[in-house]
C-alpha cells in the first residue's frame, strides 16, 4: 500500500510538473469583443508587483502547515508521551519487521503527506480549468494590444475571432489567458481550510474557548482577502475567485472528512489474519477482542440458562 501510495504521489507531482513548466498543455484561444468593457482594465503589471506577491504567498502555503502541524503534534506527544489513550502501540511497523518510527512521526507524515497531495491536486484542477475555458483576464485587452483599424472594429459590438488579432507579448498574452479559475484563491482556500479544520479537530477548546476559533477564522479570513486583492488589481474576475475558492475548499473538507477522518484515530477490525501485521495503528482498538469475548460468553450462559429451564418444565409437565 505504501509503494502504491508512493506512485500516485509521484505521478501527480509529475502532472504538476508538464502543467507549469513546460509547454506540452496550452489554454483554449477565445475571441473577444471589440473594446469590451469587462476586458479593457489598466494592466496591473507583473505579479511581482501585486501587493501579495507569489513568493509570499507560496511560502506561506509551503511552510504554515509544516510548522503548525509539525509544532501541535509534537505538543501532543509531550502532553500524553506516558498515556496509552492516544497512541495504541508504542512502535508502527512501516516496512516489514525492521523499520520503526514514533507514533508522533507517523501521525505529522500522515498529516503533512494528505496536505501536499492535496495542494497538488488542487493545482492540477485549477490548470485542467484554465486549459479548458481559455477565460480572459479583466486586463486582457491591454496586454493584447490588437489593431482595431485592422480587424474593422469601429462597431464596438464585433466579434474578434483570429488567433494573429493580439500584437502584444506573447507570455503576458497567455497568462491573461489563464485566469478561471483563480490559483491564487484556490491554494489559499484551500490550506486555510485544511488547517483551520485541523485546529478545530485537534486544539479544540484545549488552549481556552477562542483560541481554536480565531485561530481558523484568521487563516479563512486571510485566504478570502487573497481572493479579494485579485478582484481589486484587475487580475482576475469575481467569478474566477469564487470558483478558486470552490476548489480548494471543497478539496480540502474531501480530504478531510474522508482520507484523514477529522485527524482521529478510528479502530478498524482487520478482515483476514495477514491485515492484522500491516493494519494501520490508529485504526486498530486493543479493546475490540476483548469486548467480543465478554459478549460471546455472556450469550452463552443466557442459552445455557434458557435451556435448563426448558428441560426441567418438560419433565415435570410429562410425569405429572
Known sequence: MLYFQVVIL?????LVYYCEFTDTFSPVEQGFICRDPALTKPDPGPEQNSRIQPVILYSVVGGLPVVLISGVELVIFLLHCNS?????QEKVVIIGDCCYVNPMVRRTTRFLGVYVFGLFTTDIFVNAGQFITGSMAPHFLSVCQPNYTALGCQDT???VSQSDACTGDPDDIMRARKTFPSKEAALSLYTAVYLAMYVMCCVGSAGGRLTGPILSLSLVSLAVLTGINRVAEYRNHWSDVIAGQAIGGAIAVFLVVFVVQYFKMRPVIPHHPSDAGTANSDETSPQTNHTMDICDKYTVAQVKHT??????????????
Request: net charge negative; with cysteine; aromatic share 30%.
Open 157 to 159: 459590438g464585433n466579434f
Open 10 to 14: 509521484a505521478a501527480t507531482v509529475m
Open 84 to 88: 496509552n489513550n492516544l497512541y495504541d
Open 307 to 320: 435451556y435448563n429451564t426448558f428441560t426441567h418444565a418438560w419433565f415435570c409437565f410429562h410425569f405429572l
